[in-house]
T-cell receptor, first 116, second 109 residues
Framework: DAGVIQSPRHEVTEMGQEVTLRCKPI?????LFWYRQTMMRGLELLIY????????DSGMPEDRFSAKMPNASFSTLKIQPSEPRDSAVYFC??????????????FGPGTRLTVL | GQNIDQPTEMTATEGAIVQINCTYQ??????LFWYQQHAGEAPTFLSY????GLEEKGRFSSFLSRSKGYSYLLLKELQMKDSASYLC??????????FGKGTRLSVIA
């Protein structure tokens, strides 16, 4: 079975450009999470969805960040405009139904974003 | 606040046993996870504790004391491939997981 799929794996862009990160969760999972990981701050939750509906976006740093989940098999995280401090690894994770979002999360391989 | 404390780094010898501790705020505790993350890779699930006691899975065991707000991950018969970061993650109430900053374990020959 395919795990969580993320694209691109690496992204290098210039300050001010729009960046779109993509995620395909594991089929049948009803929770989807977007995280950002840096050395300084560790793994931080940005936003999560349940059944395609955004539940909590309090972790989104500012209005430059937005996320959508138009259907059960696809989600995007967009940064517009991007800034150098957005450089990080962005992970998408999904979890199956049963214990709500208390279930084990399965992580994608991540997108390493560098904003110059 | 939702604080999770883990040591930043640890070093241990191949074949030995190492214990990685995690302490957290007890109020509202609703489950603890341990994840392993190799450099440049995604975190992968190791264990889940919600009741007091020891959960064993091969060379890895995880212990929980809810009253003390304390957990540890025990790795036995260390191998070089165990060099990784180990993340403690807590669920409080009905909130999503909060991850600690992780403990970077180096296994040396």
């Amino acid at each position: 079975d395919a795990g969580v799929i993320q694209s691109p794996r690496h992204e290098v862009t210039e300050m001010g450009q729009e960046v779109t990160l993509r995620c395909k969760p594991i089929s049948g999972h009803d929770y989807l999470f977007w995280y950002r990981q840096t050395m300084m701050r560790g793994l931080e939750l940005l936003i999560y969805f349940n059944n395609n509906v955004p539940i909590d976006d309090s972790g989104m740093p500012e209005d430059r960040f937005s996320a959508k989940m138009p259907n059960a098999s696809f989600s995007t995280l967009k940064i517009q405009p991007s800034e150098p401090r957005d450089s990080a690894v962005y992970f998408c994770a999904s979890s199956p139904p049963g214990r709500g979002h208390g279930n084990e999360q399965f992580f994608g391989p991540g997108t390493r974003l560098t904003v110059l | 606040g939702q604080n999770i404390d883990q040591p930043t780094e640890m070093t241990a010898t191949e074949g030995a046993i190492v214990q990685i501790n995690c302490t957290y705020q007890t109020s509202g505790f609703n489950g603890l996870f341990w994840y392993q993350q190799h450099a440049g890779e995604a975190p992968t699930f190791l264990s889940y504790n919600v009741l007091d006691g020891l959960e064993e899975k091969g060379r890895f065991s995880s212990f929980l004391s809810r009253s003390k707000g304390y957990s540890y991950l025990l790795l036995k018969e260390l191998q070089m491939k165990d060099s990784a970061s180990y993340l403690c993650a807590i669920r409080w109430g009905n909130t999503p997981l909060v991850f600690g900053k992780g403990t970077r374990l180096s296994v040396i020959a």
